[in-house]
C-alpha cells in the first residue's frame, strides 16, 4: 500500500481479554516500530524489528506484551490479559534501513479496556 | 533519563502570524538526530523536519525552521506564515546515538485561528 496500515482502527474489549493489533508497513521498509501514545502524551517506543526479529523490545512494559513479524512485512502487537491501563493509542510506524530516523507512521489503533 | 521537555502544553495564534515553540532535551551524547512531527486529528504522525547534531546549520523546511543551540540542548520550531491546516499537535523528538528508537516530548496543542 501506499503508507502504513493498521487495523482495527478502534477496538474496545473487557479486562482480560487477548487482544492482537495489526501493522501493514510500507512495502520494501525492513524497519518496523511499535509506540503506545496515552491520552495527552507524546508516543512512547515499545519494539523495533528489523525485518524478522526483534532488534530492540526494551520498551515493552511487561511480559503480556509480545509482537511478531514472521515474514519481515506485517507484524502483530498482542496483549494477554488486557488491564485498564492498557489504553492507549497503539501507532506503528516503518523506515527503510539505515534512514536517518524519518519513520512513516499509521493512524494508530485506538485501544479501550473497559 | 534522557527526556525530551516541551514547555508549552497548548499554544494559539492568528493566521499568518510567526510562532515558535519550545523543545529542551537532557543527553551527554556528541551525536544524534532532533526531530519535529505534527499529529493532526487524524491521528497520523508527519515528520515537519530534522536535525542532525553535528550540523551547525539550523535546518529549514519552507515555513518551517528550527533554531538549534546544542549547547543548550534547545532546539525550537519556528512557524511562518502560519495557516490554519497548520493546527495540530506537535511533537520534539530526539533519536539517541546508535539507536533507532525516538524518544518523544509531552508534545504542544497549536491552534491557528482564522
Known amino acids: 500500500g501506499a503508507g502504513v496500515s493498521q487495523t482495527p482502527s478502534n477496538k474496545v474489549t473487557e479486562k482480560g481479554k487477548y487482544v492482537e493489533l495489526r501493522c501493514d508497513p510500507i512495502?520494501?521498509?525492513?524497519?518496523l516500530y511499535w509506540y503506545r501514545q496515552s491520552l495527552g502524551q507524546g508516543p512512547e517506543f515499545l519494539i523495533y524489528f528489523q525485518g524478522t526479529g526483534a532488534a530492540d523490545d526494551s520498551g515493552l512494559p511487561n511480559d503480556r506484551f509480545f509482537a511478531v513479524r514472521p515474514e519481515g512485512s506485517v507484524s502483530t502487537l498482542k496483549i494477554q490479559r488486557t488491564e485498564r491501563g492498557d489504553s492507549a493509542v497503539y501507532l506503528c510506524?516503518?523506515?527503510?534501513?539505515?534512514?536517518?530516523?524519518?519513520?512513516?507512521f499509521g493512524e494508530g489503533s485506538r485501544l479501550t479496556v473497559l | 533519563a534522557q527526556t525530551v521537555t516541551q514547555s508549552q502544553p497548548e499554544m494559539s495564534v492568528q493566521e499568518a502570524e510567526t510562532v515558535t515553540l519550545s523543545c529542551t532535551y537532557d543527553?551527554?551524547?556528541?551525536?544524534?538526530?532532533l526531530f519535529w512531527y505534527k499529529q493532526p486529528p487524524s491521528r497520523q504522525m508527519i515528520l515537519v523536519i530534522r536535525q542532525e547534531a553535528y550540523k551547525q546549520q539550523n535546518a529549514t523546511e519552507n515555513r518551517f525552521s528550527v533554531n538549534f543551540q546544542k549547547a543548550a540542548k534547545s532546539f525550537s520550531l519556528k512557524i511562518s506564515d502560519s495557516q490554519l491546516g497548520d493546527t495540530a499537535m506537535y511533537f520534539c523528538a530526539r533519536r539517541p546515538q546508535g539507536a533507532q528508537k525516538l524518544v518523544f516530548g509531552q508534545g504542544t496543542r497549536l491552534t491557528i485561528n482564522p
Open positions: 512495502s520494501g521498509h525492513t524497519a
Open positions: 510506524a516503518s523506515s527503510l534501513q539505515g534512514s536517518a530516523g524519518e519513520l512513516f
Open positions: 543527553t551527554s551524547e556528541s551525536n544524534y538526530y
